[in-house]
């Protein structure tokens, strides 16, 4: 039994009285035929390396281009000393999604989530979490399930590669499992944990794919960082009760019909959008005439 | 469906899996058909994998993966100077190849043994590849099943003996493939099993008449 769309994980919830994340564990369990501890553990493992990543992040590298590095710690000084507009959680999550976008730009080891160049989204909003409220591990890796539940139906019925279907299909899916993995933590049911997903995904519908010089660092490594406040947002909405008109799957579908339907030029070819701008072309020229 | 350790994974050395992740996985795939440490490389990149490769770290990845390196390890930025210290010399060019994946790459191996490889392989998205020729002979296989390679001599009854080996080990067979580069030349077989094939089964199928090679890739498992 595959994962193909938000109403079938639903149903079986309904049918078996289970919550999302164990339809979604057991999925796993059945589709890669590994017990219940190796697909629990090898969730652990996965964050682990998330937090390892965010733990280990200095700002020191650069990227191939020299455009990206440093912003991550940038920002985390600043929320050190300074009254930050948006509070304190805020800024560590913008905080986090720069440091592992980055991280990802200057070649050093993330989890891709669902894309490596979305990797940020997912880490931003749950490390901050995690830290500031001490929350269980297995919490974590509940909602780390839930999120993957998302994305993979997200996968199956639209896309989540950003040649294919735009940024919205790599930041917006990364969002919309973000979204959810916040409900599950705050214990939401699971139509809350659609309806953010849904608001998340809608809110970022049309979002092109426009690398500059065709590097996954500009305008990649700071979109983890509305991906992230999107998603906060969304799970937020949804907590209150605020509902997504559209249906979830719909959504999902509506991204994958507009991510086919987006011109080429903003589909990752660095031939449109920002990759184009005057300052786009001279970084492109650039590093033709200097490679290294 | 997805493995959702797809989704959420693989975890990697950025900055992006097609060409990072999944070029360290073609180094590797190469290291392991080759049978030997590699001694030269001689690298053809395709496409994006010219365009854009080294803004992504391609040529690192492709070294780091030929020395044996993993997608995650944290000194695929630094493969360069591990290929110094391993003896590996290798340089790369420019290709354009017809009717090929954007992501493609060609190598040329040489290993410490005299052994010889050509090998033209692409990353098809997510990490995840293919191998599409080998010492140009079409295959088309991504390492996903455990994967067993035949180079023998296209002679009749040999893929009978192949097959009746491995069923009798109780390996069974996901997919197969036999090319050859004329008749009664030389032929490739690939099989892509579900089962892993233990060295005993291996050292059998060694022993069938006509069997110049067997290389045999175990798929990973992380």
């Given at each position: 039994m595959a994962l193909d769309s938000m109403q079938e994980i639903f149903d079986r919830m309904h049918s078996s009285g289970k919550p999302f994340w164990q339809i979604v564990l057991e999925t796993d369990m059945e589709e890669r035929e590994v017990s219940r501890a190796d697909s629990w553990e090898r969730m652990r493992y996965t964050w682990r390396k998330m937090v390892e990543a965010s733990d280990s992040y200095t700002g020191e590298r650069r990227s191939h281009s020299g455009l990206v590095g440093g912003d991550g710690k940038r920002m985390r000084d600043y929320l050190a000393t300074k009254d930050t507009v948006g509070g304190a959680f805020f800024a560590e999550m913008i905080a986090e999604a720069l440091a592992m976008g980055e991280s990802n730009a200057c070649m050093r080891r993330i989890v891709a989530a669902p894309t490596a160049g979305a990797c940020g989204v997912m880490p931003a909003v749950l490390i901050p979490l995690y830290r500031r409220e001490h929350i269980p591990e297995d919490d974590i890796l509940r909602a780390l399930y839930v999120a993957s539940g998302i994305g993979a139906v997200v996968a199956y019925?639209?896309?989540?590669?950003g040649a294919s279907g735009g940024c919205q299909a790599e930041i917006g899916t990364a969002s919309a499992m973000a979204a959810g993995a916040l409900v599950e933590l705050r214990g939401g049911t699971a139509e809350q944990i659609g309806h953010a997903a849904a608001m998340a995904l809608k809110n970022l519908l049309g979002l092109i794919c426009d690398p500059v010089a065709g590097l996954v660092e500009v305008p990649c490594v700071k979109r983890n960082v509305i991906g992230a406040a999107n998603a906060v947002c969304a799970a937020d909405m949804a907590l209150a009760g605020?509902?997504?008109?559209?249906?979830v799957d719909q959504v999902i579908e509506a991204m994958g019909d507009v991510g086919r339907r987006l011109?080429?030029?903003?589909?990752?070819?660095?031939?449109?959008g920002l990759a184009v701008t005057p300052f786009g072309r001279q970084i492109k020229e650039k590093l033709r005439e200097n490679p290294e | 469906m997805l493995d959702i350790f797809d989704i959420l994974g693989?975890?990697?050395?950025?900055?992006?899996?097609?060409?990072t992740a999944g070029a360290v996985r073609i180094g590797n795939m190469a290291r392991v058909l080759l049978g030997s440490e590699p001694a030269t490389a001689e690298i053809y990149l395709h496409g994006s994998f010219a365009e854009t490769g080294r803004g992504h770290g391609t040529d690192r990845a492709l070294i780091a993966g030929l020395l044996g390196?993993?997608?995650?390890?944290?000194e695929i930025p630094n493969s360069f100077q591990l290929a110094m210290a391993n003896g590996l010399e290798f340089h790369f060019h420019v290709i354009q190849l017809r009717?090929?994946?954007?992501n493609t790459v060609i190598m040329e191996l040489t290993g410490r043994d005299g052994r010889r490889l050509k090998l033209q392989a692409c990353s098809t998205g997510g990490g995840r590849i293919r191998v599409d020729r080998l010492d140009d002979i079409p295959v088309g296989f991504s390492g996903e099943h455990h994967t067993l390679i035949i180079y023998n001599q296209?002679?009749?009854?040999f893929v009978g003996e192949v097959t009746t080996t491995l069923s009798a080990a109780r390996v069974n067979i996901a997919n197969m493939r036999l090319r050859r580069q004329g008749k009664g030349a030389l032929a490739i077989m690939v099989i892509e099993t579900d089962q892993p094939i233990s060295p005993f089964i291996l050292q059998l199928l060694q022993e069938l008449?006509?069997?110049?090679r067997i290389v045999y890739y175990q798929r990973e498992d992380e």
């Open positions: 019925k639209a896309s989540i590669s605020i509902v997504s008109r559209v249906p011109p080429i030029e903003f589909r990752e070819t660095a031939l449109g | 693989p975890v990697m050395v950025g900055p992006s899996s097609s060409h390196l993993r997608q995650d390890d944290m009717e090929a994946h954007p296209d002679e009749y009854g008449h006509g069997i110049q």
